[in-house]
């Protein structure tokens, strides 16, 4: 732990003052913000490496300030939320947030979710200190290393998370791989049962690199089950 500047922000003093406190005591370096604009404002003047954001703020909601993030970088979001429906939490990872917290939660769970990111932060890492060469299926072709996807020539951007995922079931070719096994892979060994992010971040990637993503060629669905990669 440490080392990491957090942006935490949150219309309720008292919880941002909470958790800054136990980031604090963890070696983190934290700001704070009280509103979605001057999130940003904070986001823009410094080197910010981890965003926790709530939803419902004055000035700018949560999900609008996530929005404008995503425009210029793929820094992990934590959104928290009072808001804990399936739609609200697909809303925000349809955003970019990469989880969701839900109101109220203890600390050790924003601490284990915190520790999340960052491991799958350090699983990208693994997979470029251990890939020699490009990962090539079909009209996709992976440069691990540099982080660079290209599909049918073109290069294509991807969030941290939705290259994972991209790398894990190129990994993984005609394999049907249980959401479960997905999950625990690509977000940690704590999840397991959030198959709305595994919805939201197939749709998303189909849309990068399907042709029709209402009629995938490459990431199939076993309803009920999974999904798998199918090389061309």
Known sequence: MGNLVVLVADDE?????????????????????????????????????????????????????????????????????????EQDKIRALNQGADDYLTKPFSIGELLARIDAVQRRA?????????????????????????????????????????????????????RLLTHEAILKNIWGTEYGREAEYLRVYVGRLRQKIEIDPTDPQYIKTAHGFGYYFEGL
Do not use: C
Request: net charge neutral.
């Open 13 to 85: 003093e008292s919880l941002r003052n909470v958790v800054r406190r136990n980031l604090e005591r963890r070696n983190y370096k934290v700001f704070t913000a009280a509103t979605g604009l001057e999130a940003l404002a904070i986001f823009k003047s410094e080197t910010i490496g981890l965003v926790i954001m709530d939803v419902m703020m004055p000035s700018l909601d949560g999900i609008e300030a996530i929005r404008r993030i995503r425009q210029t970088s793929t820094v992990p979001i934590i959104v928290l939320s009072a808001l804990g429906l």
């Open 122 to 174: 350090r699983w990208d890492s693994a997979i470029q200190s251990q890939e020699t060469e490009s990962l090539i299926r079909g009209g996709i072709t992976i440069d691990i290393h540099a982080h660079r996807v290209r599909v049918r020539g073109e290069l294509v951007d991807l969030t941290p998370t939705e290259f994972n995922l991209l790398v894990f079931l190129m990994h993984n070719d005609g």
